[in-house]
């Protein structure tokens, strides 16, 4: 039985990364950090300019009068 109701042994993905993280709280913390930059750094330089021209922001419904 869990001591908290609302747990249920299962703390998701961020739970298992924390846990797979070398080193104690604030080295942790700090990949974390460097993880969490080097995501957006992806993002930003590769998925998003690969993405649009794929997304319909020329496609307005507003005419020119």
Not at 9 to 28: E, F, Q, S, T, V
Request: proline share 8%; glycine share 6%; net charge negative.
């Amino acid at each position: 039985m869990s001591v908290v109701p609302w747990c249920d042994g299962r703390d998701g993905m961020y739970g298992w990364i924390w846990r797979h993280l070398p080193g104690n709280a604030w080295a942790k913390a700090f990949l974390s950090l460097v993880l969490v930059v080097a995501v957006v750094y992806v993002l930003f330089q590769y998925v998003f300019p690969w993405a649009e021209p794929l997304l319909p922001f020329n496609d307005v419904t507003v005419d020119n009068q």
